[in-house]
């Protein structure tokens, strides 16, 4: 299996024997990097399970792994990705000697996150809330590195943004729990020993307890089964942040409903699948539900088809005085109804439509206004205003729905044209050693038409391939931008058709 050009089998191999996999293993098919059946799985089978031992893990209040890198002070004002980014920093730089190692010679070199994007294509994005974001966050993983003080073995801002571009798309969290249930299973069982001991009489055991042997006995059921459950209450609040081998493989899936959970009592994260897979199937995870803001924010890719995407819509409140609907709503006529600023100063429309209490808001304003505006075909009504709110932000993108779809369509086949080139000139070097081979071997002029022809090839060959390496470089963050962008657009759209409809 290759990474980024490098075969990871022999890192895979390092922890193989403690990272349990049944029926799935990590691959490449048709292009896609994930974890896939080798054979005929059942519904419900769990299909791995890697102790937390070989994992990177931030617990709760964990102290700085270097104060000459990030001083306690510095530290505790890290958000949590920043302080496991900088573990990540460290664990690298201990090289062969991080137990870790192999798990680390597995990451990728790159990660495409918007957070390293250029300016130019956060706007191609069309969506000042995203961009505003965004903006935010690249000036925060800046900062969080600023912070850092000078040394030696501070990271460089390449290797810290690498790290944080890992941990954002690579980490989960989960329950922390104090101490491992193995060690109050091991409680358990030295009470219990020490128990029988008292039983039997050693002399040694009786003398140094002052209790009978029936209160111990007790001590070892009572003392781990309560220690356990104090733990648990405890970890219903306590988050740990986590990067898995093996799990980080695997990819999301909406439609879904299998996904990494910590189980306390083998100090392991486990998969279990939620339908029976078929060889060379994907095994796939559910994220949890999640829009393509925060899809593509933390991972770095959007879902064409997302049920839990979401759209917001800024200055609704400016938009309801302005065009067709100008005099709906005032800023005095908001304040006089009780009407909460916030509510039309950013709506988060979902695949079902208005928030309720938008809808009743406008409702508020309607009733409360005699002299509304109306059309010349029918009187304003609410979801009148809701259309044309949508109309209105469509015609504010930049581009359209169809448009959007139409680059989409260009591109993917000027990305397949690149991703077969190789192939083509394989094909075209070896033409060109079988025309070389038949030049030696006839006269002079076929040899030089030969020649001529091999030219011919190359230069073909040569045509547009400054253009096309161009294209290479960015050809998968501009898809991902024209999916993000027609995913909102068809979003804005469907909710367009449905009030159309309901009028």
Request: negative net charge.
């Amino acid at each position: 299996m290759l990474v980024d050009g490098r075969d990871v089998r022999p890192g895979l191999d390092d922890w193989s024997n403690t990272a349990a996999a049944w029926g799935v293993r990590p691959d490449i098919v048709d292009g896609v990097r994930g974890v896939f059946a080798t054979f005929p799985v059942p519904a419900g089978s769990t299909v791995l399970s890697v102790p937390s031992s070989i994992s990177l893990t931030l617990a709760p209040g964990e102290n700085t792994p270097d104060a000459n890198i990030a001083p306690p002070a510095v530290w505790a004002l890290l958000p949590w990705f920043g302080q496991l980014a900088l573990k990540l920093c460290v664990e690298l730089s201990l090289g062969s000697k991080s137990p870790l190692q192999p798990y680390l010679a597995l990451l990728p070199a790159e990660i495409d996150l918007p957070a390293c994007w250029r300016e130019e294509d956060l706007l191609a994005l069309q969506n000042v809330s995203m961009v505003r974001r965004l903006q935010e966050e690249q000036l925060q993983w800046r900062a969080m590195h600023d912070s850092l003080p000078l040394s030696q073995q501070r990271p460089t801002w390449e290797r810290f943004q690498w790290a944080l571009c890992n941990v954002r798309s690579r980490s989960f969290a989960g329950p922390h729990f104090n101490t491992p249930f193995t060690v109050k299973v091991n409680l358990a069982l030295a009470l219990g020993a020490v128990a029988a001991l008292q039983q039997l009489g050693v002399p040694q055991v009786v003398e140094a307890l002052s209790w009978p042997a029936a209160a111990t006995a007790a001590l070892a059921a009572i003392l781990p089964a309560a220690w356990f459950y104090a733990d648990s209450q405890g970890a219903q609040t306590a988050v740990r942040y986590s990067m898995c081998p093996f799990l980080d493989l695997l990819n999301h899936d909406g439609s879904v409903q299998a996904e990494c959970a910590y189980d306390p009592f083998g100090d392991c994260f486990k998969v279990v699948a939620d339908r029976a897979l078929s060889p060379k199937q994907q095994l796939t995870i559910n994220y949890g539900s999640q829009s393509n803001d925060r899809l593509l924010q933390v991972y770095g890719f959007v879902e064409p088809v997302n049920e839990s995407d979401r759209y917001l819509m800024t200055d609704v409140l400016q938009l309801l005085q302005q065009g067709a609907l100008r005099g709906v709503a005032t800023q005095a006529q908001v304040q006089q109804l009780g009407i909460p600023p916030s509510l039309l100063s950013e709506v988060t429309l979902t695949t079902a439509g208005f928030p309720t209490e938008v809808v009743q808001a406008l409702q508020k304003l309607l009733d409360s206004s005699p002299n509304s505006p109306t059309s010349s075909q029918q009187p304003l009504t609410v979801n009148n205003i809701l259309a044309e709110l949508c109309n209105t932000e469509l015609l504010s993108l930049g581009s359209t729905l169809d448009q959007d779809i139409s680059e989409l369509s260009k591109l993917r086949a000027q990305m397949a044209r690149i991703q077969a080139r190789p192939a083509l000139e394989a094909a075209r070097a070896a033409a060109a050693a079988a025309l070389a081979a038949a030049a030696a071997a006839a006269t002079a002029n076929v040899s030089g038409a030969a020649v001529e022809s091999e030219a011919s090839v190359e230069e073909a060959d040569g045509e547009g391939e400054e253009e096309e390496e161009e294209l290479q470089e960015f050809a998968e963050r501009r898809r991902t931008i024209l999916l993000y962008r027609t995913s909102k657009k068809a979003l804005l759209t469907r909710v367009l058709g449905d009030l159309v409809a309901r009028q």
